[in-house]
């Protein structure tokens, strides 16, 4: 596949590999999980094999398994992974301004590659809008990295599930790791405000059902880093009317 790329795009495909490589131990735990649960679940083995390469979403995954197990309508199921996933909406947005340029068809496949760490570590480029040289390898570059670590590791989990004792404390180890991505991806008072806000609405919202404390989290988070901004950009604005200067300069 790298054959056919240009050098630009071979050298951003390997760049997105190289950074998304930290995250790959957390992400293989999630799907080994994730795996477990499905397979001691009321999923036969097709249906959670088919489940993991379909969903490709951990958390709406698990969040829908005690809900099927309960025989709970089917709407239900649906709009509780809908609620768990639409943070995926708000990637998508995101997203939107950087791959415009490209058929209906290939931001579908984007779509359903993409995942929380892929947007953060994309995000955290500062690629320009519109169509950038080895912009969308550098994406896939992390996208294969990560559905292949999580295909594998969801499959091993669904066939290995007896075999794995639930006291290895795999779930954990996955949050573990992954917090020095989310550290990292710290850079600005707005962020922190936001990383702040979601953590505490998460500890207060947790025992709401179908993991509604997920989605108020990131609703507050959004609202959150939005209010900071604005506030900084004023507080900048004030200092440079009263400096005398022109607001073009605090650029």
Known sequence: MLARLSDTDRRAFREGLRDYAPTLMAIFSWGLVTGIAMSKSVLTLPQALTMSLLCYAGSSQLAVLPLLAAKLPVWTVLATAAMVNTRFVIFSAGLAPHFSYLSMWRRIVLGYFNG????????????????????????????????????????????????????????????????????????????????????????????????????????AAIAAGSVADLVVERADLRRIRRAGGNPGDAR
């Open 116 to 219: 929380d760490v892929i947007y953060l570590l994309f995000v955290k480029k500062s690629f320009a809008t519109g169509y950038v040289p080895g912009k969308e390898a550098y994406f896939w570059g992390m996208a294969v990295a990560s559905w292949l670590s999580w295909q594998v590791s969801s499959i091993i989990g669904i066939l290995l599930a007896s075999l794995i004792p639930d006291n290895w404390g795999l779930g954990l180890a996955g949050t573990l790791a992954l917090l020095p991505v989310m550290v990292a991806a710290i850079a600005t008072r707005s962020t922190l405000v936001a990383v702040i806000v979601a953590a505490i609405v998460a500890l207060l919202a947790f025992e709401l059902p179908y993991r509604l404390a997920l989605l108020l989290a990131v609703l």
